[in-house]
Every structure is written in structure tokens, then in C-alpha cells.
């Protein structure tokens, strides 16, 4: 039986294990989130890659005797320097390896390390302007492979499409929570507008999210929002995303000011 293997990772975190040993949490392309035993001391050449947010290929060892994986090397291909040095990317790249573990990798690993990696690289090249505006769309990426992301394109209830030239830009939008949908302007003056609507949003802001939806990553960053917009997106897609996980995102609660 071959114990030893590779595989794309990106080192979450790291916590003292003993003397001189740490207990390594990876995410990988292929097994998801992996708990590791890094080995040596803190002059190690191992130790100084495997740091936190290093990303390339790790090359481990599994014993199930000792139902233990170790670490036997790694190939950093990207340090993502910027984030010891920038809160808010430390707390934007926290956040979605948070994500990772208590999804368990929305059920798909693969999926998961592609879109947090490009993710990580996206935010080591940006300022941070562009990293605010590239958390919103991550983690609306990630509701798409949670199988949870509203639809966009059409009202929920009368189904008239959202892109209609017709629809001045300053309609607004409701998000209802127990349909996990949008509805227009006219359904919800309609309608009883009840406890389920949680959420108002400017039909521009909305279009955004179709335009994210749709296009290639390269083509979705060109997409300009002014400042009422980004504002609405974070408050929609931060209660959508803590929604989904089922659960209160730690770093969402402990770094609100930052995020
Ligand atoms: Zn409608």
C-alpha cells in the first residue's frame, strides 16, 4: 500500500503540538480540509514552509496506525505575503478557510480549493478596494457550490425578468428569506409584505450579482459598483453566506470594523 502522497493544499493554520511539532490544518484540492503533524523545530526547513497561507504542493505521509498524517515536504508556489501585513486580507482569507471547515468544503473539494485558491491569489495582487469588492463575489461563488444562491435573473413570483431595460435601475428588489428568492417591486406591493423579506435592494445591485453570475472571473472584476451598492451586497451576501453555513461565522462576528 502506498502511504505516501501529494496534493495541492493551502495551509490554514498551525497550532504547537508537544515541543516541537505543530498540528497543521491544510485544505486540499483532493481531500478537503486535513489535519497534518508538521515535525521539527522552529529551525526546521520544513517549518519555514509550511507558514500560514503558503499554497502549493504538500507531500504527506499517512500512518493509520498511529492515525496520523505527517508532513514530509512541501512545494510553496504561492506565500501570500500581503496578508501578514494587511488585516483585512487576513481576515477576508480567514474567513473563507472558516467557510471550508464548517461546510466541510460545501460537499465538494475540489470545487472548494479552486475557488478559495483563486480567491487567496486574487487578494495577494489586490489593493484593498479591489479585495472588498472580490470578498463579495467569492462568497457568492460559494453559496453557487453550497446549491444555495438565490436566483437573479427573475422575479421570484411573477417571473418577469430582472434585465427588462423597462425597469428603471433605481427599482428596487426583496430578498424573501423562506423562498430564498427575489421579487419585484410591483409582487411586493402586492403581496403581504410579511417578516420574510429581509432585504431590500437596488435592481443596479442586483444586476451586479447576474453580471458575477454569468461571466468569467477575469470579466465579472471589470464590473463597477458605487458605494450604496457595495453596502448592500456585503449586508445581503455576509446574512446569506452565515445562512447557508447553517451557522455565526467567527471571523464575520469578531472582525465586523475590518471585513
Ligand atoms: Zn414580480
Not at 526546521?44 to 496520523?68: A, C, M
Not at 411573477?158 to 417591486?185: Q, V
Not at 431590500?200 to 458605487?226: F, M, N
Request: charged share 20%.
Amino acid at each position: 500500500m502506498n502511504r505516501s502522497y501529494s496534493d495541492s493544499a493551502t495551509v490554514i493554520s498551525l497550532k504547537p503540538l508537544g515541543e516541537n511539532n505543530q498540528s497543521v490544518t491544510l485544505l486540499t484540492k483532493s481531500k478537503g480540509i486535513v489535519y497534518a503533524t508538521l515535525y521539527g523545530g522552529p529551525k526546521s526547513r520544513l517549518r519555514s514552509l509550511v507558514s500560514q497561507w503558503h499554497s502549493g504542493t504538500i507531500f504527506l505521509y499517512d500512518n493509520p496506525e498511529k492515525n496520523q498524517i505527517k508532513i514530509s515536504d512541501f512545494d510553496v508556489k504561492n506565500y501570500h505575503v500581503s496578508f501578514g501585513e494587511n488585516l483585512f486580507k487576513n481576515y477576508a482569507a480567514s474567513l473563507a478557510c472558516e467557510l471550508a471547515i464548517k461546510t466541510r468544503c460545501a460537499g465538494s473539494p475540489e470545487n472548494c480549493w479552486h475557488l478559495i485558491n483563486g480567491f487567496l491569489d486574487g487578494l495577494e495582487l489586490a489593493n484593498e478596494d479591489q479585495g472588498h469588492v472580490g470578498l463579495i463575489r467569492f462568497l457568492w461563488r460559494f453559496l453557487a457550490i453550497l446549491g444555495l444562491q438565490p436566483e437573479v435573473h427573475c422575479c421570484g413570483h411573477c417571473g418577469k425578468s430582472f434585465l427588462e431595460p423597462l425597469l428603471t435601475p433605481d427599482s428596487k428588489t426583496y430578498y424573501n428569506i423562506m423562498e430564498n428568492s427575489f421579487i419585484c417591486a410591483d409582487c411586493f406591493s402586492q403581496g403581504n409584505a410579511g417578516q420574510n423579506f429581509v432585504f431590500s435592494l437596488e435592481l443596479s445591485a442586483l444586476r451586479y450579482l447576474t453580471g458575477i453570475t454569468v461571466l468569467e472571473p477575469a470579466e465579472a472584476r471589470k464590473l463597477k459598483i458605487d458605494r450604496q451598492e457595495y453596502n448592500q451586497l456585503k449586508e445581503l451576501v455576509f446574512f446569506l453566506i452565515e445562512n447557508a453555513a447553517g451557522t455565526k461565522l467567527n471571523t464575520i462576528e469578531i472582525g465586523v470594523g475590518i471585513l
